[in-house]
């Protein structure tokens, strides 16, 4: 078996007429760009586009693998260049047991699979053709069709306060509100950790996932995994979201939690940070507090043991996001060692001199070893590098 790189949450922004289908995406965010980027700058080896259910993204991956410029496996996935496409379709479930919106991802292995489940959408939300709409349907009964169609279902960015499982859609527990047999994984987001997870012990029988839920082709990578396969595939990823037969998440790369725009309590409209339990800002008297993911899992904890071994958790950024790396610097690299991936995983200190400004370096370096120092984000705010 071989380690590949992965990142299973990345959104489309506009069809090939530029019609939008995240109305928050990038314009040159198409299907096409995607996998192109994927395979031909940052090193992907898979990537998971979760707005398949869109008709016209489907049209865009037809058109693909009309041309010969991708083939669909047997073992499920699509073949673009270096990079297997995996299709998804992020939802929005707000059923009687919810307490707020929740977020999922579901995965399928074929496009026919993926164009069946767009049909069945099609009478279960209003806008099929749009990003993360609302799914006029229970959660279980989400959980039940994409089960009995041999798909993946994972809960999206679990912690983040506005549209996640333990965000606002359940009061304690997943059981509220899913099947906790029919879930394969659940995706951490930007504003949490392995550490941070593992204190709520339901979590503990599931592989955690870091995507980088990008809207901008920049952002791909911008949090991902390294896993065990045998060969990219969808039937691989199954047993690694499983963890059958030797495959798993070898690695979780992500941001220091800190950096994650919901990590601190803060106040909505100064962005101050607050203390739990404020009823208003005691800085501008405001009553708009937006509870961090920090606080919220401190509500939530009740891990009683000792967790099970987990893969490391490696705290790092974008390569582009390194203080001195520009467009120039960032395509010289690329241009000298082939990919992102490679940059940040395999090309050597002694290499990399002659590409790169000394203190990049030294900061790409820390980065490498865990000793990445942030300050901290909340409120909708990013934290950043401390330098």
Not at 32 to 48: F, P, Q, W
Not at 110 to 134: A, I, P
Not at 309 to 335: E, F, N, W
């Amino acid at each position: 078996m071989k380690s590949y790189f992965a990142d299973l949450h990345i959104h489309v922004g506009r069809d090939r007429e530029g019609r939008p289908v995240k109305i928050t995406g990038a314009r040159s965010l198409t299907l096409t760009n995607i996998v192109k980027e994927a395979s031909r700058t940052k090193g992907l080896d898979l990537v998971g586009v979760i707005d398949a259910q869109s008709p016209a993204v489907i049209k865009e991956i037809k058109s693909l693998l009309a041309s010969g410029e991708a083939m669909e496996q047997d073992d499920g996935g699509i073949v673009y260049e270096n990079t297997l496409l995996v299709l998804g379709s992020e939802i929005e479930i707000y059923d009687a047991l919810c307490k707020g919106p929740i977020h999922v991802l579901c995965y399928f292995p074929y496009l026919k699979d993926m164009e069946k489940f767009s049909d069945w959408l099609s009478k279960k939300m209003k806008n099929v053709s749009l990003s993360t709409q609302r799914f006029y349907g229970t959660g279980l009964e989400l959980q039940e069709y994409v089960n009995q169609n041999k798909g993946l279902f994972v809960p999206a960015h679990i912690f983040t306060p506005f549209k996640s499982m333990y965000g606002k859609g359940v009061k304690r527990s997943l059981e509220e509100v899913f099947d906790p047999r029919m879930i394969d994984a659940v995706e951490l987001g930007l504003s949490a950790d392995t550490a941070m997870a593992d204190k709520i012990l339901e979590l503990e029988r599931y592989t955690y996932l870091t995507n980088s839920d990008a809207h901008s082709l920049g952002n791909l990578a911008r949090e991902y995994q390294k896993v065990r396969m045998e060969k990219p595939s969808f039937l691989e990823l199954s047993k690694v979201m499983r963890e059958e037969q030797g495959r798993g998440v070898l690695a979780n790369y992500g941001l220091d939690p800190r950096m994650g725009k919901y990590h601190k309590t803060v106040c909505a409209y100064c962005l101050q940070a607050v203390s739990l339990g404020e009823a208003t800002c005691p800085y501008c008297h405001s009553k708009k507090i937006v509870k961090g993911v920090y606080d919220r899992i401190e509500e939530l904890k009740s891990a009683s043991k000792e967790n099970r071994a987990r893969p490391a958790y490696i705290h790092q950024v974008l390569l582009s996001s390194i203080p001195g790396i520009g467009k120039k610097t960032y395509q010289r690299l690329i241009d000298r060692f082939g990919s992102e991936m490679n940059v940040v995983h395999q090309a050597s200190t002694v290499e990399l001199e002659a590409f790169m400004p000394a203190k990049s370096l030294e900061i790409l370096n820390r980065m490498r070893a865990g000793r990445l120092s942030v300050k901290a984000g909340g409120g909708g705010k990013y934290g950043s590098i401390d330098i």
